[in-house]
């Protein structure tokens, strides 16, 4: 054999080898694209996408301690504790019949270590809400409190109804700067405060001289309570007015306000009315006012006031003075000194609150 056939059997060998090599061996897969978490400035901060979607979604809550003193006149002080635990989760999206939006909150509730389910004890909830556009559902405080910015500014705010943890359904209109909402109620207490298999209506005289329905016995069980309101901005000022009919006991609240945000000073001034003490949206046969005053004295220290009167010579101050120490850690100290039939006999409060936000 000579050095040609040599090399050249030698060279086919190396190939058979190293094709059967190449048939054994592992090719590694292109690694999947990975999605990160997308930014959504569509809605505000906050927001981002949940991935492969359209969707924004926002987490936020907070986690509260208090201190509570109250004193009527003649009787003894009452001291609490109350801590609270909220998360709460928002969903949005665009639509061609506009945005299309949900939101939910979990809360829970302890006051003074009492046993869950006791009367004044822990306590769990849920609100909720979701829509579309202007179109809305859910179980919340009820649309016209919210649509009027709640009271006056203090945490207390002032006693400017009872609607509060309602079903409802509204719309609201938005133009320019202008808006305007109306609403249906779920006027229902605990499954009932109407008598569904009477035949004879219950009817009682208030006291403007005019019969009604007795609430909590009568009602019907088809209709809802009503609410309606309109507002507009007009650069650091906004005005509006609201209307809501407890249909219960046929009774009408009205509500009018200015607020205006100058700078580091703000105000609110509102006015409500009532034609019965049982009507829901606001419980006083007659006129009360609330004026709320704020100023922000420092980058971190905001104090405020609130004065209610009634026409029945009942009154209530309260004021406060809120430090916001670090980016979603505030302290809270609120006092109040009240009297009058719809305050109690000479009622002093203070609270104490140490809250972390998210």
């Known amino acids: 054999m000579n050095i040609k056939s040599l090399l050249l059997g030698s060279a086919a060998a190396l190939a058979v080898v190293s ?66 635990a909220r998360i709460q989760i928002e969903a949005k999206n665009d639509s061609e019949w506009g945005t299309v939006y949900s939101w939910i909150r979990l809360q829970g509730d302890s006051y003074n270590n009492t046993a869950d389910g006791a009367a004044g004890g822990n306590q769990t909830r849920w609100w909720y809400y979701f829509g579309i556009g202007g179109l809305e559902f859910g179980r919340f405080d009820a649309p016209g409190t919210r649509f009027q910015g709640y009271g006056g500014r203090t945490d207390w705010g002032g006693y400017y109804g009872n609607d509060h943890d309602q079903q409802y359904v ?14 249906i109620e779920n006027d229902l207490y605990n499954g009932g405060n109407y008598a569904p298999n009477s035949q004879v209506d219950l009817y009682e005289i208030n006291s403007k001289g005019k019969t009604v329905a007795v609430y909590g016995v009568n009602g019907r069980e088809y209709m809802p309570n009503v609410s309606a309101g309109v507002k507009g901005a007009f650069g650091d000022y906004e005005v509006g007015a609201f209307v809501g009919y407890d249909e219960s006991i046929e009774s009408f609240n009205v509500r009018k306000w200015v607020r205006g945000d100058i700078g580091m000073f703000g105000f609110t001034l ?12 606001f419980n006083y046969d007659g006129f009360s006012g609330i004026l709320g005053l704020s100023a922000k004295v420092t980058d971190t220290v905001t104090v405020a006031k609130d004065i209610q009167w009634w026409d029945d010579d009942s009154w ?18 609120e006092a109040s000194y009240g009297d ?19």
């Not at 009058?340 to 998210?358: E, H, I, P, W």
């Open 170 to 183: 509204s719309y609201t209109f938005n133009y320019d700067n202008f808006s305007a909402f109306v609403a």
């Open 316 to 333: 209530r101050v309260i004021g406060n003075v809120n430090w916001e120490v670090a980016s979603g850690f505030s302290v809270l100290l």
């Open 270 to 281: 509102m006015g409500l009315y009532s034609d019965d003490a049982r009507n829901e949206y």
């Open 340 to 358: 009058g039939k719809q305050v109690g006999d000479k009622v002093k409060t203070g609270m104490l609150r140490f809250q972390r936000s998210f």
């Open 19 to 84: 094709g059967a090599q190449a048939a054994d061996a592992v090719v590694a897969a292109e690694p999947e694209p990975m999605e990160y978490v997308r930014v959504c400035d569509a809605y505000g901060t906050g927001f981002f996408y949940i991935p492969g979607t359209e969707t924004c979604l926002k987490v936020g809550g907070l986690l509260r301690f208090e201190k509570n003193y109250a004193k009527a006149d003649n009787s003894a002080a009452a001291y609490e504790w109350h801590t609270r």
